[in-house]
Nanobody, 128 residues
Framework: VSLVESGGDLVQTGGSLRLSCVTS??????????IAWFRQAPGKEREAVAC????????FYADSVKGRFALSIDNVSDTVYLQMNNLKPEDTAVYSC????????????????????WGQGTQVAVSP
């Protein structure tokens, strides 16, 4: 299993970005799965931004991104997206996608360490 993120960039406050997480080694249509985006800013702990999947109890968005970010899954290309609108300087971080496969039940409240597969991350920087 491989996850490769891209789409990070330097943008101004109020701008938009769409992050991609291209997966390989499995097909979403063939598995029970949970998918999440996490971010980590310098000097801060990694935090969950968005989470969903066909076995999660309920989808999740961090309060700080609700109404601005949207997670979507393309089952044809097995790519996960994070659309980020109205970006703020506090959104500056390294964003990573994570996948858990083959589980019959999952909670988006689980910490990052519970996920089995991770990408390398993509840097997002938002200037004031």
């Amino acid at each position: 299993v491989s996850l490769v993120e891209s789409g990070g960039d330097l943008v101004q406050t109020g701008g938009s970005l769409r992050l991609s997480c291209v997966t390989s080694g499995f097909r979403f249509v063939a598995y029970d799965y949970a998918i999440a985006w996490f971010r980590q800013a310098p000097g801060k702990e990694r935090e969950a931004v968005a989470c969903n999947g066909n076995v999660v109890d309920s989808s999740f968005y961090a309060d700080s991104v609700k109404g601005r970010f949207a997670l979507s899954i393309d089952n044809v290309s097995d790519t996960v997206y994070l659309q980020m609108n109205n970006l703020k300087p506090e959104d500056t971080a390294v964003y990573s996608c994570a996948v858990e496969l083959g589980t019959s039940k999952w909670s988006c409240k689980y910490p990052w360490s519970y996920y089995d597969y991770w990408g390398q991350g993509t840097q997002v920087a938002v200037s004031p």
